[in-house]
């Protein structure tokens, strides 16, 4: 069972400190691997840190050796109750660049308080002044890090992996995204508008509207999820682009669905289409805006190939 912090013995209060060392250091040297080829000047802050972790895990073992002797007893901060909690660097790859340096500071911030409340609560001068020596170190890691960024993270290496977070969101967010809005608002469009002609009723419509658009949806989720598995391309997690894909599918489709649920009929398909030329235009901005495609070129692209779609629909309907 996990011990109560404050029935910690010094030895074991010094032992976990040289733990949580080399779980940090450990930490920044993974962020660093897993930065180096996107983010290099990030990468180098945390392989420094890294460094200086080491440091002070060393000063630590040699303060261990001078008062305890060379056992050092074997306790994480997972065996301590209310100690320190963090997420594994697996479970964050996916996070920001930025949310990756702000966990980063604060992983340096709780350690330094780890370091307070264990001086705060003994009553032994030198394990005192001992922990007040880590909290002050830690406070310098802080700053350390700080230095770090200014030094490597000049304003042309911040631009450039601007650059390249925004490639990858792109890659892993917005072109699923969009393949999937793209499909489940022009696929959809056929079927939805050729069962409302077909039948005059905005309940079948809708019927006909949801069912296309929820089994679009999951075909394409799927179909986005084995494309790849993210390795060599760069895309990311697949499980990530197919729930993406999938919904942004669904929601093309829903969209000029959900109009058929009013009852008159006229009513609903002048609504429907006027959410259709809405959707037409989400993606042409879409293009423009991520895409860096022109934006009258985007829009004539979907919006020629939105109304065949939706012409088709008309006649097989009205036959």
Same mark, same amino acid.
């Given at each position: ?78 065996? @301590? ?7 594994? @660097? ?11 340096? #702000? ?9 330094? #308080? ?27 890691? @802080? ?14 290496? #911040? ?54 658009? @929820? ?105």
């Amino acid at each position: 069972m996990a011990k109560n912090f404050k029935d910690l013995s010094e030895t074991e209060i010094l032992a976990l400190a040289i733990s949580n060392e080399e779980t940090d250091g450990r930490i920044y040297a993974d962020f660093a691997a897993r930065l180096k080829d996107n983010y290099p000047a990030t990468a180098q802050v945390f392989k420094e840190m890294e460094v200086e972790e080491d440091t002070h895990r060393r000063r630590l073992i040699d303060e261990f050796q001078r008062r305890f002797g060379e056992h050092i007893p074997l306790i994480r901060r997972e065996d @301590v109750k209310g100690f320190i909690n963090r997420k594994p @660097v697996w479970l964050i790859q996916s996070l920001g660049i930025d949310k990756v340096r #702000r966990y980063a500071e604060s992983m340096e911030v709780e350690t330094q #308080r780890f370091y307070e409340r264990a001086a705060a609560r003994t009553s032994d001068a030198s394990t005192r002044k001992l922990l007040g020596d880590l909290a002050e170190a830690e406070r310098g890691h @802080v700053v350390i890090a700080d230095e770090l960024q200014k030094e490597h993270l000049t304003t042309e290496a #911040r631009a450039e992996e601007d650059k390249a977070q925004r490639r990858l969101f792109v890659m892993q967010i917005v072109q699923p995204g969009l393949s999937g809005l793209m499909d489940g608002s022009v696929s959809t469009l056929a079927p939805v508008f050729a069962a409302a002609f077909a039948t005059q009723s905005s309940h079948a419509a809708f019927l006909v509207g949801l069912a296309a658009s @929820v089994g679009a949806g999951i075909s394409m989720g799927f179909a986005e999820a084995v494309s790849d598995d993210g390795s060599l391309t760069g895309r990311g997690k697949p499980l990530l682009r197919g729930v993406v894909c999938g919904l942004m599918t669904t929601a093309g489709g829903i969209g000029h669905s959900l109009p058929y649920l009013i009852s008159n009929f006229r009513t609903a398909t002048a609504l429907a289409v006027l959410v259709v030329a809405i959707e037409l235009l989400v993606i042409s901005w879409i293009r423009n805006r991520y895409m860096d495609t022109p934006f009258l070129r985007a829009a004539f692209q979907v919006i020629v190939g939105g109304v065949c779609v939706f012409l088709v629909g008309i006649l097989i309907g009205s036959a």
